[in-house]
Nanobody, 125 residues
């Protein structure tokens, strides 16, 4: 599975931004549709779960720090996953990574098998 994240940038606090991830390929189990999610890592901090969704995209999960501000969505026809980020705060500044796995639990628990290269999101105060 190959994951290509895009859409990061520099915004001001309170702004919105959407990052996207294009997925291709099959997992080792042969699936072309997978659970997907987003993690982020700020300088000097540990990698943090942000949001995840099941293979169908019908169920979503969020960290407490972004719940109510961020929305993850999935378009299986296009093999894309998106993260709409509203009311951005300086503490949201990080590199955002797209992840995928056959298992939703692996995505949510930071055990996803497949990782993209990351896209930088910077929020100025």
């Amino acid at each position: 599975v190959q994951l290509q994240a895009s859409g990061g940038g520099l915004v001001q606090a309170g702004d919105s931004l959407r990052v996207s991830c294009a997925a291709s390929g099959r997992t080792s189990s042969g699936n072309s549709v997978y659970a997907m999610g987003w993690f982020r890592q700020a300088p000097g901090k540990e990698r943090e779960f942000v949001a995840g969704t099941t293979r169908s995209g019908n169920t979503t999960y969020y960290s407490d720090s972004v719940k109510g501000r961020f929305t993850i969505s999935k378009d299986n026809a296009k093999n894309m996953v998106y993260l709409q980020m509203n009311s951005l705060k300086p503490e949201d500044t990080a590199v955002y990574y797209c992840v995928a796995d056959d298992n939703t639990g692996a995505v949510v628990r930071n055990r996803a098998r497949y990782w993209g290269q990351g896209t930088q999101v910077t929020v100025s105060s």
